[in-house]
C-alpha cells in the first residue's frame, strides 16, 4: 500500500496502472535520451508518472505518485509542464485516456 496525500492506494490499484501518455515529454540531447510514462488507474485515480534518463546525470529519474489527475494538473502547472503535450494525441478508443482527460477537461 502507499500514502499519497492521505489517501490509501492498495497494492492491486498500483500494479491495475494503465499507460497513457502519448511520449510528448520525451527528448534527446544529443547524447542521452529522457523519456517520461504517464500512468492512471481510473478506479481510484491514482497516476504515475515515471522518468528515467538513459545517462545524463542531470536528468530526472524520479517516480511521482499523485492522489487524482487534478493533482497531476496542478503540478504540471507549478513547474511549468504542459500535461496535453505529455498525451500526445489522444486514443479515443482507450477507456483509460479518455477517463484522465475527461477528469480534467469538463
Known amino acids: 500500500m502507499r500514502i499519497i496525500n492521505g489517501k490509501k492506494f492498495y497494492q492491486a490499484q498500483i500494479d491495475n496502472v494503465v499507460t497513457i501518455d502519448g511520449n510528448g515529454w520525451d527528448r534527446y540531447n544529443g547524447q542521452n535520451y529522457q523519456w517520461y510514462t504517464l500512468k492512471y488507474e481510473p478506479e481510484s485515480g491514482l497516476v504515475i508518472l515515471d522518468a528515467n534518463n538513459s545517462g545524463d546525470c542531470y536528468g530526472d529519474y524520479k517516480t511521482r505518485y499523485f492522489e487524482s489527475p487534478e493533482a497531476f494538473a496542478a503540478w504540471c502547472a507549478k513547474c511549468d509542464r504542459n500535461w496535453q ?10 477507456q483509460a485516456v479518455m477517463a484522465f482527460v475527461n477528469a480534467l477537461v469538463k
Open 85 to 94: 503535450k505529455l498525451l500526445g494525441d489522444i486514443d479515443e478508443s482507450n
